[in-house]
């Protein structure tokens, strides 16, 4: 096992740890250890709500889970030797959930949630439909997961961090904040934010303490986006076996990592989409010499997948052009295509007997896969979703039968607003 750098004990809150990570990100945030180059170490991560959300079956955690909490990183890691400029190569080499002798009653030991956040308190990608608050418990069986609250599907984990990235230098962080402000007042009232703009209120910021502690909570980015810096890029592929290449904009290049996911789909639609988890990471990190202009990436990382996860080759899949649903054409919108193919397959799912809610955290939270098909064909974009058949335990392809109904069991938890 790679030395364990950064240990969490499940049963203290994120803020009590013997090493305090963060959940903004600033440049003076201070590393929690050095690593050389080429060295292996394994980091613990907790859920990104700090354990808010509970094994129960109520959704009043997700309808009021505390948002300037999130997300809780392990970090910052600096790196011997890197410099602004150079790239940051981090593999991953394992990852899961915190072993079975770890458990406190935290998630992330044994099992883990998908949320469809309300309007009010984050919204998602299809709000507007999913105004209220839900949840998913999943039950981890060594690498596949089912659900009480959506019968009939099983399927196996594809184990990746939500979010990875180097910190944001100061020229770089006022470049965010600028622009992000200049976004939000555009419509500084809309429900759910354009986006968000430094909170100190819950602002978790390593060892600083005292004045430092106000400088930087007062201009430290939220994590919610991702940018420049990789940060929250929910890409599913980042499995075991992935290399990532990173821009480094401060010395040391300043590593952190959190938010880890069992599962998610494309998208990760209902905004905590994921299968969320705490965990462990297993990583390795050397450096490219002013990789940065030698390769031109400058915009954001570049990464080649990992090469296991689930093998799935029976797909249904549903598409969606840019009309909306009230039959007004738009031009080339790839996002409301997007929401369109999404809808089409709730809709579908619908008709075994599954909730609208539970087909919106099925679709979140199993592995589908999603496109954007084509983007020219004038004025429609199309924009594809492809759901894994071998995750139903029932049929679920079209035929002249018609749809099987199946029993829904309990449902998916709910909390109205
Ligand atoms: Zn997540």
Redo the contacts with the bound molecule.
């Keep these: 096992m790679p030395e364990l750098l950064y240990p969490l004990d499940s049963t203290k809150k994120f803020t009590d740890q013997k090493l305090v990570g963060h959940n903004r990100w600033h440049p003076d945030i201070p590393p929690v250890a050095t690593i050389a180059p080429g060295a292996e170490f394994r980091v613990h991560v907790r ?2 709500f700090d354990g808010e959300i509970h094994n129960d079956d109520s959704a009043e955690d997700v309808r009021a889970a505390p948002l300037s909490t999130v ?1 809780c990183l392990s970090g910052p890691f600096a790196v011997e030797g890197a410099e602004p400029g150079d790239l940051l190569i981090v593999d991953i080499l394992e990852i899961g959930p915190i072993p079975q002798e770890d458990s406190g009653p935290l998630a992330g030991q044994g099992w883990g949630y998908t949320g469809i956040f309300p309007t009010d308190n984050g919204g998602g990608f299809l709000t507007e439909h999913f105004p209220d608050a839900y949840k998913a418990i999943w039950d981890f069986s060594g690498h596949t997961t089912s659900s009480r609250h959506i019968s009939g599907v099983r399927f196996t984990g594809i184990m990746h961090p ?2 990875m990235g180097t910190a944001p230098s100061h020229e770089l962080l006022t470049t965010w904040n600028t622009r992000e402000a200049a976004l939000i007042a555009t419509d500084p009232q809309r429900v759910p934010p354009l986006a968000l703009p430094p909170e100190p209120r819950d602002a978790v910021l390593g060892a600083l303490i005292g004045a430092d502690y106000d400088r930087v909570a007062a201009q430290a980015a939220r994590t919610a986006p991702p940018r420049e810096n990789g940060g ?1 890029q ?1 890409i599913k592929n980042l499995t075991r076996g992935s290399r990532v290449f990173y821009p480094v904009f401060v010395p040391g290049a300043n590593l952190s990592v959190g ?3 069992f599962s ?1 789909g494309d998208g ?1 639609i209902t905004f ?3 299968i ?1 988890m705490g965990g462990f990471i297993d990583l390795r990190v050397d450096v490219i010499k002013n990789g940065m202009a030698l390769y031109g990436v400058t915009e954001n990382a570049v990464f080649q997948p990992g090469n296991e996860g689930p093998v799935y080759s029976e797909w249904l899949a549903f598409s969606g052009t840019s009309v909306t649903l009230d039959g007004e054409q738009r031009y080339l919108d790839s996002q409301l295509a997007f929401e369109r193919a999404c809808l089409h397959a709730i809709d579908y799912l619908s008709k075994f007997g599954y909730s609208r809610e539970q087909a919106y955290l099925l679709l979140g939270a199993a592995p589908i896969e999603g496109r954007f098909s084509g983007v020219v064909d004038i004025p429609n974009s199309c924009a594809t979703i492809y759901i894994p058949t071998a995750i139903f335990d029932f049929p679920i392809t079209p035929t002249a039968g018609g749809p099987v109904r199946i029993d829904p069991g309990m449902g998916a938890p709910h909390a109205t607003r």
């Design positions: 859920e990104w997300h939500g979010l929250n929910d938010d880890l996911h998610q990760e905590c989409g994921a969320e």
